[in-house]
């Protein structure tokens, strides 16, 4: 095949190829929103940003998920935002509301103590975090896929990204893509290490032989065996993936070994006696049940959420990938995280899958 032709006094056509215009997403995936109707102006702001740098070159699917039916406005303007198909999909009760064996005096009197816990008040944000932890990729329509890309409302893309980060992650082996990661608060997971590692010892055979403990644990173990690397006096050291922007295969959250791995969490209630959030959740789960190798840290995207900002490093990519974002800046609002102390990227570098460009 021939590259497309340029016009010479085109400047739209030098900076988007026609070919590159056309191109359509190989791959079975989705990108997926949870969120509430009072979220649509949000929802349409992330929608136009990841259209913009990325997805009006593939058009692949939007599917929104909501415990209650969307409004024909929000139904209406998400489908006019959309470069392809868009779904609008009910969550049964059974998945978004706390399990029967849950003590509902118990949960009341958590959620009435935890005033000072972040969103520790609210009921909802327990259903949102249990959902996002072991029900998202049981939902039907998501059933049709393999890969997702989890978006939310009010977030921002800072770069284009000028290839298909699904199939970047399919060709190279991965299973699980992030942008941002640091430390949990402590006070929303009191139990959750202790629970991890029962499971750990009653499931040894569950555990990658590579897997990714020491990015999560304090503990520095030089040991080859695996065995010997369950941390049982090690303490978990808050490191997370930021799950509001994750690219994954949905088969991993629906491998039995996950599927074994959320049970137990969930059979101990601290998704609803405690405030566990999806994003530790998650990634204590990749960290032990997978390869470290299968997790992609995306460092040439560039992304805000609330109150953080990840920019890519190198200059040369922020230049060629037309990102709108400094990686250092002393602004208020937007603040870069990935040179905080907060950050885990260091140790991600130092003991994760992940090898940093050098620039
Ligand atoms: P934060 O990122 O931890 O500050 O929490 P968010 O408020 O952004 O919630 C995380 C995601 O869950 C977002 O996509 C929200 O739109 C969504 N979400 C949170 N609570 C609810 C809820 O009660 N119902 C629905 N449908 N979505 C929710
Ligand atoms: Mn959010």
Known sequence: KHAPKLASNSYLDVKYPKGARQQIGKENATLVMLCRNSELEGALKSMRSLEDRFNRHYKYPWVFLNEVPFSDEFIEKT??????????????????????????????????????IIYGSYRSYRNMCHFNSGYFYRQKRLLDYEWYFRVEPDVEYMCDFQYDPFELLRTTNKMYGFIVTFLEYENTIPTLWPTVESFMKENPDLIHPNNSLDFITTHENSLNSYIDLIPSSSD?????FWSNFEIANLNFFRSEAYGRYFDYLDKSGGFYYERWGDAPVHTIGLSILLDKNQIHHFEDIGYYHAPYLSCPGSGEVRASKRCICEPRTSEKIKKPIDVDVYSCLPRWWKYGGGKRFLN
Not at 236 to 240: A, D, G, P
């Open 79 to 116: 489908t006019l935002m959309a470069s392809g198909k868009v779904y609008h999909e009910l969550i049964p009760e059974e998945d978004w509301e706390a399990p029967k064996f849950i003590n509902e005096t118990k949960l009341q009197e958590s959620l009435d103590s935890s005033h000072h």
């Open 236 to 240: 978990y050291n808050l490191c997370h």
